[in-house]
């Protein structure tokens, strides 16, 4: 372990070359311009490569290309940026690419404010490109746990084979704190899985039982045939029924009902009556308003997604069951309050900001005092 | 020229291919596949990346890494692939449509750069996958399936754009001389920075019918009648041009490539 006070955009640039990422392509965006900045300064010290490009969606295209050519991949962005970003993100998936985009978001829709926090894109994480799609969301919300959260990005992107999107927030982003950062080594590092037969032995076909085929990378004699259109298990482009609905529903169930995609931190859950969840920077008031509420022997819990998609709804359905009240505080109009509402079968409380500030303790605190009957 | 055997480079096992009768897009692949055997390019070495269209389409029919990426975006795949396997041979095929329009952008920043990609333009003069739109490409004056009055756009001449972006070699031929085409692919193949080549390859479905110029044959015809040499174009003014395809080589030079210029900059920073 080494103590160091690290931004979190910072945070993330380290995090990734950890975790083995040798290339990055970006285009500098408000409040994500550090992590395009670091990148730029570490990669070529790894033997690395990055590079500028003339936009948001060459940035993507450009990671998927290198990431073909089996090089794990990263670019980051935020609001404007993450929509053009959409169509690839897609393609990611269906081409099954495993890479890895940074959303610091910001306020919106449009440019909105560049440099307030929000959280108004939870839902374009998951649903922002066409089509059905598997993707996983990771939300951190501190500087260390963007780190690690990077690493567990990458891992998760290259094993399973699809985008990883890690959505931090301009409070995140911009946040400096002192951070205790593992020992290289001390984090594990996954890889793609790799076609253990020679090119002149590897066929594709024979790997169409598995979720996760093998991926060969370009340039090596494996003769990949890649494409966004529907296909078989050949590469080939397929409109049958059968082939096309096996591959969207593989493809999908490489995220849903995996319990082992989903990461949370749980704060006085077991008695609680009134239930906080919160995520990102928002989260950083409601613990510190939960804490509170507890020092004073309330019985009030705190649920941290980590992993915001797939959503915890197993996890949220049991808690809510238990729970008098929940509360959902977001930089949002009730994104997540909503999912929170389907999870737990009833209504919750929402506590929604859209004036480009964090939420405080303090009002997080009355909101449970008043949600509890305390106040 | 003899003709190389290039069976081995094809993967005929999906077809009848999706092309359609007459359409240029199997001659200009045939001189690919040819320029490939000329160089002595193992298949190997050789990454085919494809936009959207009916040209992007070609990649899925060959025995070597293909990728058939989305509309627009195939020359910002080929940036990525090349920046990461700058050892590779990485030829982009993509339409006037996917190249000019959608992915204009990439086109002319690829070029600015002097990435070593090879960026190879079936040139149809028409989006002939989604049925005949006119491209900025298209002619003024031609019928197609959103200019039904006549088209009122000026065209792109994507050689001068993409010379006036940095490309370090840039060529126009048509599919009606294959032998000239094939060299020139070779020679763009073989060129170490970002080479360019406009293939003028006919869409008789959809520009051809539109447009009343009759059957495959006539339509071929028509673009050997508008087909000028480069060296008779100098003589030529700019109203005798209008409308004509100005075949030849533009730009021949050899500053550094952009690859190999990055691998100096991690050298002497210490990277591998």
Not at chain 1, 100 to 127: E, H, I, K, L
Not at chain 1, 338 to 344: H, I, K, S
Request: hydrophobic content about 40%.
């Amino acid at each position: 372990m080494k103590t160091i006070l690290l931004q979190g955009n910072e945070a993330c640039a380290r995090g990734a070359i950890a975790a083995g990422c040798r290339f990055f392509a970006g285009y500098p965006i408000t409040p994500s311009s550090e992590i395009v900045e670091a990148m730029a300064r570490e990669l070529p010290l790894v033997g690395g490569s990055f590079i500028q490009m003339e936009d948001e969606i060459g940035s993507i295209a450009a990671c998927l290309g290198a990431s073909l050519a089996g090089v794990k991949s990263l670019t980051a962005t935020s609001g404007p940026g993450f929509s053009l970003k959409q169509e690839n993100i897609g393609y990611a998936a269906m081409a099954e690419i495993p890479v890895v985009v940074v959303n610091v978001q910001r306020f919106g829709p449009s440019t909105g404010m560049p440099t307030a926090p929000a959280q108004g894109d939870f839902y374009q994480t998951r649903w922002g490109t066409h089509g059905d799609h598997p993707v996983v969301v990771l939300a951190p919300w501190s500087v260390e746990e963007t780190y690690r959260l990077t690493i567990r990005a990458f891992n998760l992107s290259e094993v399973h084979r699809l985008p990883v999107i890690l959505l931090m927030d301009e409070g995140v982003g911009h946040l400096r704190e002192r951070v205790e950062l593992p020992e290289e080594g001390e984090l594990a590092v996954w890889e793609r899985p790799k076609p253990k037969e020679p090119p002149d032995l590897f066929d594709p076909v024979a790997h169409a039982g598995e979720e996760v085929p093998p991926m060969p990378p370009l340039g090596a004699g494996y003769r990949l045939r890649v494409t966004g259109l529907v296909h078989g298990s050949d590469g080939f482009p397929s409109e049958s029924p059968e082939t096309v609905a096996k591959l969207l529903r593989r493809l999908c169930g490489k995220v849903e009902g995996k319990p082992e995609l989903l990461q949370a931190e749980e704060e006085g859950t077991d008695d609680a009556r009134v239930l906080v969840v919160a995520y990102g920077s928002t989260a950083r008031g409601a613990a510190a308003a939960v804490r509170e509420a507890r020092e004073r022997g309330l019985p009030v819990g705190l649920f941290r997604p980590v992993t915001v998609w797939p959503f915890p709804e197993a996890r949220i359905g049991e808690l809510a069951a238990q729970a008098g009240e929940i509360l959902v505080p977001e930089l949002s109009l009730g994104q997540l309050s909503r999912e929170v509402e389907r999870a737990a079968g009833r209504r919750v409380r929402s506590l929604t900001r859209v004036d480009g500030n964090h939420w405080s303790p303090g009002e997080i605190l009355a909101a449970i005092e008043e949600a509890g009957g305390w106040s | 020229m003899e003709l190389a055997d290039i069976s081995d480079l094809l993967d005929e096992s999906h077809f009848p291919h999706i092309l359609c009768a007459g359409c240029g897009h199997g001659i200009a692949l045939r001189a690919i596949l040819q320029a490939i055997r000329k160089l002595n390019l193992p298949a190997e070495r050789v990454v085919m990346v494809g936009g959207i269209g009916c040209s992007s389409r070609v990649v899925g029919y060959v025995r070597m890494d293909s990728i058939h990426t989305t509309h627009g975006r195939a020359v910002a795949f080929a940036t990525g692939i090349k920046l990461a396997r700058p050892d590779l041979k990485v030829l982009v095929i993509a339409g006037d449509g996917d190249l000019a329009a959608i992915g204009g952008n990439h086109l002319i920043h690829a070029a600015r750069r002097n990435i070593g990609l090879t960026v190879l333009c079936f040139n149809n003069e028409i989006y002939g996958m989604t049925s005949g739109q006119y491209s900025p490409t298209t002619p003024p004056g031609s019928m197609s399936a959103t200019s039904p009055y006549g088209a009122i756009e000026r065209t792109f001449d994507l050689c001068r754009l993409v010379e006036a972006a940095g490309a370090t070699y840039v060529a126009r031929s048509t599919v009606n001389e294959v032998f000239i085409l094939t060299e020139y692919i070779g020679r763009a193949i073989a060129h170490e920075g970002f080479s360019f080549l406009d293939i003028v390859s006919p869409c008789p479905t959809y520009f051809g019918r539109q447009n009343r110029l009759g059957d495959p044959v006539k339509l071929y015809e028509s673009v050997k009648d508008r087909t000028v040499r480069a060296k008779a174009a100098t003589k030529m003014s700019a109203e005798e041009l209008e409308g004509k395809l100005v075949v030849g080589e533009f730009v021949r030079k050899n500053p550094p490539e952009y690859t190999a210029e990055y691998r100096r900059l991690v050298a002497a920073r210490g990277g591998k």
